[in-house]
């Protein structure tokens, strides 16, 4: 199975800040990248699939970047409603597998 | 609007099968798309679990090797889970979730709790 290692696990950050997460593929998977954003007790919401394309309704402050086998999520001008967990996800044949996550909180 | 809603027993004693459903509305899931179950774990770890597609076919996650069974009925619009000999590592949030392109997943139902244990 392809491995999706994400980093920072957390990151505390302010209103306004502008915040970067990372996500590396064990293996070259092109562009098949899905970014998610989970709020606590909520289930995953899809923003960015083919690694940089937003899904439908995203804000524009969301971007994706990477190919190969290094991606990142970029958030910029950070919203009070942004804050939560974020996942990667690969998309490039099954099984599909997930990073671990990143913990985005209020500083 | 497309909208998923799993529903389940929520606690199951180990060495037992799970069953659990994901109702769909908004749309008929052997008109497209793949339909798929996802859970998460106590920790937050996601695992893709499988899929039925509107064909009817299936794939799944070889970790689940011959335990996961996927099966649909068609008149009620519902799929279904069934993972059999569970243990206590079994435990955790159960989502369904659509996937449009055979690729991601843009709708997911609420998610509904599992624990295994006597």
Redesign the interface.
């Known amino acids: 199975d392809i491995q999706m290692t994400q980093s920072p696990a957390s990151l505390s950050a302010s209103v306004g800040e502008t915040v970067t997460i990372t996500c590396r593929a064990s293996e070259n998977i092109y562009s098949y990248l899905a970014w998610y954003q989970q709020k606590q007790g909520k289930s995953p919401q899809l923003l960015v699939y083919n690694a940089k394309t937003l899904a439908e309704g995203v804000p524009s402050r969301f971007s994706g970047s990477g190919s190969g086998t290094q991606f990142s999520l970029k958030i910029n001008s950070l919203q009070p409603e942004d804050f939560g967990s974020y996942y990667c996800q690969h998309h490039y044949g099954t099984p599909y597998t997930f990073g671990g996550g990143t913990k985005l909180e209020i500083k | 609007d497309v909208q998923l809603q799993e529903s389940g027993p929520g606690l199951v004693k180990p060495s037992q099968s799970l069953s659990l459903t994901c109702s769909v509305t908004g749309y008929s899931i052997t008109s497209g798309y793949y339909w798929n179950w996802i859970r998460q774990f106590p920790g937050?770890?996601?695992?893709?679990m499988g899929y039925i597609s509107y064909d009817g076919s299936n794939?799944y996650?070889?970790?689940l090797k011959n335990r996961i069974s996927i099966t649909r009925d068609t008149s009620k619009n519902q799929f279904f889970l069934k993972l059999n000999s569970v243990t206590t590592e079994d435990t955790a949030t159960y989502?369904c979730?659509r996937d449009p392109d055979?690729?991601?997943?843009?709708y997911?139902?609420?998610?509904t709790t599992l624990t295994v244990s006597s």
């Open positions: 937050n770890k996601l695992e893709w794939n996650n070889p970790s989502y979730a055979g690729y991601y997943f843009d997911w139902g609420q998610g």
